[in-house]
């Protein structure tokens, strides 16, 4: 995805498929030859304010209809959006206009691996957020408004979307391995513990089908279980801390152990072979944020209705989210902060999940009924709102580094995937993954 691991996750899950609540996922996200979104200029036709948006993949908020409600309650102001389909060809081209000052949208997105590194670097290049008219701090999650938020305490970035995990599961795989098919059931086997989560797996192979692994990907664990920790790959003063940090060595050794115990179907997320795997039956569980969802549907299709649902995960962690910033340089940097505002506001990111599936950043929109009332037909009717709700109020603050990317894609795709796929030790695999890493943040 937006590295493998997470850069194109916009693109291959959202714009893929989907169905989420009542809303349905469309539309397809267009290159564009401006590689930030285009630059603003004031004006745009008939004496309106033109703001500029620049985003990548498909971002949601043009498709679920809120810059069409935004300019109906302002008739002066039209809103163009440009939008690069994957994160790594929108992001460097990102970073170079902000250092130039031009080719900048009035409003730029930015995904969730690169904010630390734009509040590190580029605070100066970027409005303050958290002193516009109507941004409460108290409407956000915790974990989203610092992530957002500079040393200095400079807001440059206000969250779309957030990505709390569950855990898909396959409840007719689960019948026929005996165990627990009621969402609420199958939760407490794993509660509060990724180990117990590695137990289920066991009984799972024991008794279960043939050919149906009990998870998609030692790698696609690893990457759960390093989202529900404070500190990963970084500590609070931006040193990488990754080899050292026993929460992180946790989560590679259980993630091998799903490979060495037979309990992983080998398959690498987001690759051909991985999506097939939601058609023929391959694993019966995937971590499983709200994005993921809607991809599942889309390639798992009508056959596997009502056999998925959704339960909660062993502990809260996230995988994935965005931010929208305002640069300085921008012509129009007062209205675009003001729809920053807006679009960020409860309200809107409620309709922004119930049209599009992208769960909100804002926690003060879970009591409204579009996230709260929230289910999910094709997965049982599962109460989405609730559980994913639930989820993001228990995710730590987690501290984000310039690099967090690079780590995970690594760990996963060299380290873990070498594990999974070839059987080398586990040890051998943290080598390799160390190794590309050190090459990659030149250490």
């Known amino acids: 995805m937006r590295t493998r691991i997470h850069s194109s996750r916009r693109v291959v899950a959202l714009a893929a498929v989907a169905a989420l609540g009542a809303g349905i996922l469309s539309g397809c996200a267009q290159d564009s030859d401006e590689p930030s979104g285009g630059a603003s200029n004031g004006g745009g036709g008939k004496g309106k304010t033109k703001i500029t948006v620049g985003v990548f993949g498909v971002f949601g908020l043009k498709e679920a209809g809120l810059y069409d409600q935004y300019m109906k309650l302002h008739p002066d102001i039209t809103i163009e959006q440009t939008s690069i389909e994957r994160n790594e060809n929108y992001y460097p081209p990102l970073l170079t206009h902000l250092g130039t000052g031009s080719g900048l949208a009035d409003i730029q997105a930015v995904e969730i691996n690169n904010i630390a590194e734009i509040a590190e670097t580029q605070a100066d290049k ?12 108290d409407n956000f999650l915790a974990t989203t408004w610092t992530q957002g938020t500079s040393k200095a305490g400079k ?3 206000l969250g779309t979307d957030v990505g709390p995990e569950a855990i898909c599961y396959r409840k007719d795989l689960f019948a026929q391995a005996g165990l627990p098919t009621d969402r609420d059931e199958v939760g407490k086997l794993w509660a509060g513990d990724w180990q117990k989560y590695l137990d289920v797996g066991k009984q799972f192979k024991a008794k279960g089908p043939k050919g149906a692994a009990f998870v998609d990907s030692a790698g696609g664990v690893l990457n759960a279980m390093n989202g529900t920790t404070e500190k990963r790959f970084y500590d609070e003063d931006g040193k990488v801390v990754y080899k050292t940090n026993p929460a992180v060595r946790k989560s590679w050794d259980t993630a091998a152990s799903f490979a060495k115990e037979g309990l992983s179907a080998k398959l690498q997320q987001f690759t051909p072979a991985w999506t097939q795997g939601f058609s023929n039956n391959a694993f019966a569980t995937i971590s499983c944020p709200p994005w993921m969802l809607g991809y599942i549907k889309g390639k798992a299709g009508a056959a596997a209705e009502n056999k998925w649902d959704v339960a909660a995960a062993p502990k809260p962690g996230n995988w994935g989210g965005s931010f929208l910033t305002v640069p300085e340089a921008g012509k129009n940097k007062e209205e675009a902060a003001k729809l920053v505002a807006w679009l960020t506001a409860p309200e809107q990111l409620a309709t922004l999940f119930d049209k599009q599936g992208s769960f909100p950043s804002a926690q003060a929109a879970y009591a409204l009924p579009k996230v709260s009332d929230a289910k999910a037909t094709y997965f049982n009717n599962a109460p989405i709102g609730d559980i994913f709700s639930k989820a993001a109020d228990g995710v730590p603050v987690q501290i984000l ?12 795709d060299v380290g873990m995937l070498q594990v999974d796929q070839k059987g080398v030790s586990s040890e051998k695999g943290w080598d390799a993954a160390v190794k590309a890493i050190d090459n990659a943040l030149d250490q």
């Open 401 to 412: 580094g310039a690099k967090d990317g690079v780590i995970a894609q690594n760990l996963a």
């Open 126 to 137: 970027l409005m303050d957020l958290g002193k516009v008219d109507g941004v409460k701090k």
């Open 155 to 157: 807001t440059i970035g």
